[in-house]
């Protein structure tokens, strides 16, 4: 049996130490090889240096592209889960003296950006994504309120503790 393979001009030594072979062929399991600049033949190998040969239902099943599409985000499930965050945030927030007063605006925006991800983006777990804290500290420290990485590592850590074992929760349970 024969393969068409492009050539290159660069010479190799062959695995087996027989004789030289091109790079294209340097990946594929060849000796007694040579492959000119055209697309010519390359010669099968002797049994030693033949590949393992597979089952070719395997190969045809490891081909093909593994394609999981995440579920729609539940809005339910969105306005439930920001309301734990917002209690939880406004809790843990609560102990530092950074903040003063101005704990329940920070928790407003820091809920207010979570809310938005939970309800156009959060699929179930794996799509749980770092922008959105990002974007908590970002608009914490664009209006100068007190404490914006404590607040936005906070939310961030409250958040792959409790959102997808939430999200579990909500989707085996029976419709609400």
Known sequence: MSVLVPALSLMLPCRHGSSKIDAADALIPTCRTRVTRKTSRVSRCPP??????????????????????????????????TRKFRIE???????????????????????????SFLHKEYGGPGTLVVEPFTDMLLALKDKKLPGAPV??????????????????AWTSSPPR
Do not use: M
């Not at 607040?151 to 503790?161: M, P």
């Open 48 to 81: 030693s240096a033949r590949p393992e040969r597979t089952n070719p239902v395997l190969q045809r099943a490891s081909l093909r592209q593994q394609i999981y599409t995440y579920p729609d985000p539940i809005p339910e499930f969105a306005v439930a889960e």
């Open 89 to 115: 945030l406004l809790k843990r927030l609560s102990k530092y003296k950074d903040f003063g007063g101005d704990v329940n605006a920070v928790v407003d925006i820091c809920a207010e950006i979570f809310s």
């Open 151 to 168: 607040a936005a590592r906070t939310a961030l850590l409250w958040a792959q503790n409790h959102v997808d074992r939430d999200w579990e």
